[in-house]
């Protein structure tokens, strides 16, 4: 059965750094594009970056383009997400998701999400 | 365009059938995926691409696209469908995925 999950999240202050990471099991990981989606407190769902499955392509939302960073380690199964001069818009439950083959922008599996806050 | 409209809020009788339905300019030229999300979980797929709907999803949830327009349909909908919906795809461009504002269902 697909297992993502997610960790790293946390209370950090405005202008700080986080990074997340995702452990995938389940699935052949080196095959699949892997996404990070958001969700702030009360609000819908926001794509924040993809990666495809070897690391070749990436693309980051413009809210965090220049700011966060999305890698994966294919050896340990696992994504990441470095995140650096963090705001406050940035509070949010981060979901990694997995792509769903060739129509990589599909979501089939989410993991259970992580919580970063982002305040003084 | 990179956007995905929603209505905010739908609601149903217990039984009955309802669609939601997702606008966007991208809905061209690509399918739409829908997922429902319930208070305090991650959301879950329920419909994908033309028609198409993931192991374990009741067939009570079809999709269907025209023009613009996607849309998910729920005929005899059950009180556990009570959810938040949201439809998702690429935009324009190719390279950005995008999500509508999603629609709270309300099964009355």
């Known amino acids: 059965q697909v297992q993502l999950v997610e960790s790293g999240g946390g209370v950090v202050q405005p202008g700080g750094s986080l990074r997340l990471s995702c452990a995938a099991s389940?699935?052949?990981?080196?095959?699949?594009?892997i996404h990070w989606v958001r969700q702030a407190p009360g609000k819908g769902l926001e794509w924040v970056a993809f990666i495809q499955y070897d690391g070749s392509n990436k693309y980051y939302a413009d809210s965090v383009k220049g700011r966060f960073t999305i890698s994966r380690d294919n050896s340990k199964n696992t994504l990441y997400l470095q995140m650096n001069s963090l705001r406050a818009e940035d509070t949010a439950v981060y979901y990694c998701?997995?792509?769903?083959?060739?129509?990589?922008?599909?979501?089939?599996?989410w993991g259970q999400g992580t919580l970063v806050t982002v305040s003084s | 365009s990179s956007e995905l409209t929603q209505d905010p809020a739908v609601s149903v009788a217990l039984g009955q059938t309802v669609r939601i339905t997702c606008q966007g300019d991208s809905l061209r030229i690509y399918y739409a995926s829908w997922y429902q999300q319930k208070p305090g979980q991650a959301p879950v797929l329920v419909i994908y691409?033309?028609?198409n709907r993931p192991s374990g999803i009741p067939d009570r949830f079809s999709g269907s696209s025209s023009g613009n327009t996607a849309s998910l349909t729920i005929t005899g909908a059950q009180a556990e469908d009570e959810a938040d919906y949201y439809c998702?795809?690429?935009?324009?461009?190719?390279?950005?995925?995008?999500f509508g504002g999603g629609t709270k269902l309300t099964v009355l």
């Open positions: 998702n795809s690429r935009d324009s461009s190719g390279s950005h995925v995008i």
């Open positions: 389940g699935f052949t990981f080196t095959t699949y594009g």
């Open positions: 998701a997995k792509g769903l083959g060739s129509s990589w922008y599909w979501f089939d599996y």
């Open positions: 691409g033309k028609n």
